[in-house]
C-alpha cells in the first residue's frame, strides 16, 4: 500500500519587510543610497569654505577658512580639482601667503572628496614628522569630514602614524627628500612637493629627489596632479624657479584703486621716505597715484592670474606670488620696508630677496668653477631624444625589488643626453619582470 502524501506547501518568497527586519537596516539601505549619487563636483577652494576649520594650534586666524582672504590662493589650488587640465602646478613664492594652507587644502580635499594614493615630500624626514604633527594632525581633528574618515593613531588598526594616514579609498603617505625609500614607497596620483629648494641634490645617493617622487605618478598618467611650491634659493641653482621659467609664469594682476589699470606688484614701486617705513605706500604705475595698505583687500578681489609666455609643457602652469600682496594684517608694506631698511648684508639681502619677494638671489663677484659649469646646463625634455642623437643604448641595474633602466642617446663626438629612467617594479624571480623589461627595450 502506497504512502499517501500531502501536497507540498507552496515556497514563500521573502517580502521587502522582511528584508529589512533586522538592526542597522535602514543605515545600510540610506547608505547603499548614498553611494548611488555622484560626488558634488565641488572645486578644492569651494570645499575648503564648506567643510575647512583652522586649527589654534596650527594658525593665527584659527576658525573657519576662508578663500576670500587670500584670493590669489583661489585659482592655484583650483588648478589641482580633478577637473583641470593642468597636471604640473608650481608655485614660486615669499613666505606670508598662505600657501601652506593651500596645500593643506588640497590634502584634505583628497582625503574627503577625490581619495586616491597620496604622497607629500618635505625636505628631510624630521620636517616631514613636525609637518604631519603640526599641520596634518590639527587639519584632521578639527575638520569633522576629515575627522570621520581617518582614525586617531590610538584605535586598534588604525592604519594611521606619524608618516602615514589611511582613509576610505585612499592613503597618505607623508616622507623626506632625502629618503629614497620613501619616495619609491608606492604609486601616487597625488604628489605634493614642498619647499623644493630646500631639497638635497640626491635621496640616498639614488638621484634627484623630484624625478624620483614624480616617477610614482607615471601609472595614472593624465589622472596625476603634481603640486611643487618653493620660496627660491640662488640664481641659477634654484629648482623652483628652473619650473617656473619652464611654464607659463603666471603673474597676478591687481586694479589700481585710481585709474583701474591693472598691474603686477613690483619691489621697486613700493615708495617711502628713507628712515620712515610708516610711510610706506604703493606708486601705480601707469598713473603713478598713492596706493595705501587698506586699498589691498579690494585690489586682491578684484585681481586676476595672467600667463606671461608660452610654456614648454602646455601641462604645466607656473604662479608667482610675493609678500606684497600679503591681505592687510598679516606682513605689510610698512613692514617690508623696516625690512629692507634693516637688510644690510648680502645675507640679509639674500633673505629678503627670498622670503619677502620671492625670487632669487643673485650671487656678484667671480663665480666659482662649479658654478661656471652648472651654467652650461641644457634642457631636455625626459623622454624625448634630441636633435643630435643617433642611436640609443640601455642599461638595467637588477635590484632585489625592481629594475631601474637608463636609456642614453649618442651623438656625434661620443656626446650624450640621458633619455630617460625608468623603473620597472618586480623582483629577478618574478617572469613578469623580464616580460616588462624585455618590452620596454623592444620600444623605438
Known sequence: MSAVTSPSSPRSEPSSGDLFAFEGAEELAQAWRDGLLPDPALTVSEWADRHRVLSPRASAEPGRYRTDRTPYMRAIIDALSPTHPARRIVVMKSAQVGFTEGGNNWIGYVIHHAPGPMLAVQPTVELAKRFSRQRIDPLIAESPSLRERVKPARSRDAGNTVLSKEFPAGLLVITGANSAVGLRSMPARYLFLDEVDAYPPSADEEGDPVALAEARTRTFSWRSKVLLGSTPTIHGLSRIEREYEASDQRRYFVPCPHCGEMQWLKFERLRWDKGKPETAHYACEPCDGRIEEHHK????????????????????????????????????????????????????????????????????????????LYERRESWQIGVVPSGGLFLTAGADVQKDRVEVDVWAWGRGLESWLVDHIVVEGGPEQAETWKELASLLNRT
Open 297 to 372: 583687500t579690494a585690489m586682491l578681489e578684484a585681481g586676476e592670474w595672467r600667463s606671461t609666455v608660452e610654456p614648454q609643457d602646455p601641462g604645466t602652469i607656473g604662479f608667482h606670488i610675493s609678500a606684497l600682496y600679503s591681505p592687510v594684517g598679516w606682513l605689510s608694506w610698512e613692514a617690508i620696508a623696516r625690512l629692507w631698511e634693516a637688510a644690510t648684508t648680502d645675507e640679509a639681502k639674500r633673505s629678503f630677496k627670498n622670503s619677502v619677494l620671492g625670487e632669487t638671489w643673485v650671487e656678484t663677484g667671480e663665480a666659482p668653477d662649479w658654478q661656471r
